[in-house]
């Protein structure tokens, strides 16, 4: 996250030095809106989702590859507590490491951002805004990917499946033409941050509310399957 931010921050000052020397650039540059630096810190976001996502996947999958599911479960036979205490583990986690590799980002991409003329508040209300969001989303990703690896119970496949419904499919809903697809892709799990981020509605995108609604569908819909699952099957 942090070297993402930084990396972010050299191109986007690179970005807007071409803006004032180089017409096509200002107006891409304009088209864009908003403030540049303000998205530099959660620039890493991306690869964010994919390690605490499949940590997510590994902390339970692991439980089933190793054989170490049988004694969790003869130390708590309920099981859902046990599945409880390790879902909370993992958000709580993810939430506080994604917050604070935020920050650190923003502290060392302002500086480089500055050299180019470009500033970046940190206790802005729309940083403060993407930080809580994003991190927020992440946590939820590694509940996802922790659902996963219990319906799955292999670590391989179940962070395949992350991997499929946060990367493959927004790119193939994208490139499959028809307007079921171009509707579906709004529902997808990783586009609802853009909606809760945005400082005004975006076009073409579901609205604030809407898209909370929707990520937390996401997360509850296959923990609670996992859940019953896990309470039913054998191990």
């Known amino acids: 996250m942090v070297g993402f931010g930084a990396l972010s921050a050299w191109g986007t000052g690179q970005f807007a030095n071409a803006a004032t020397r180089d017409p096509q650039a200002a107006a891409r540059m304009a088209s864009q809106g908003g403030d540049l630096a303000i998205s530099v810190p959660t620039s890493g976001i991306a690869f964010a989702q994919l390690i605490l996502g499949s940590l997510g996947v590994l902390l339970m999958s692991s439980e089933f590859t190793t054989g170490m599911a049988r004694s969790t479960f003869a130390a708590v036979p309920r099981r859902l507590p046990a599945f409880a205490a390790k879902l909370v583990v993992v958000m709580v986690t993810s939430f506080v490491v994604t917050a604070l590799s935020t920050w650190v980002a923003g502290l060392v991409a302002a500086p480089i951002l500055d050299n ?120």
């Open 116 to 235: 180019y003329g470009l500033k970046l508040d940190l206790g802005s209300s729309q940083s403060v805004k993407l930080l809580v969001v994003n991190s927020i989303y992440v946590a939820a990703v590694a509940a996802i990917g922790m659902a996963l690896g219990t319906l799955i119970r292999n670590s391989a496949g179940g962070i395949m499946s992350l991997v499929g419904i946060f990367f493959v499919a927004p790119i193939a809903f994208q490139l499959i033409p028809g307007d079921f697809f171009k509707e579906a892709r709004k529902y997808l799990p990783g586009n609802t941050v853009e909606p809760l981020t945005a400082a005004q509605h975006v076009p073409d995108t579901l609205e604030a509310w809407q898209a909370g609604l929707v990520l937390g569908a996401w997360v509850a819909i296959p923990v609670l399957l996992a859940a019953v699952l896990l309470k039913r099957r054998d191990v």
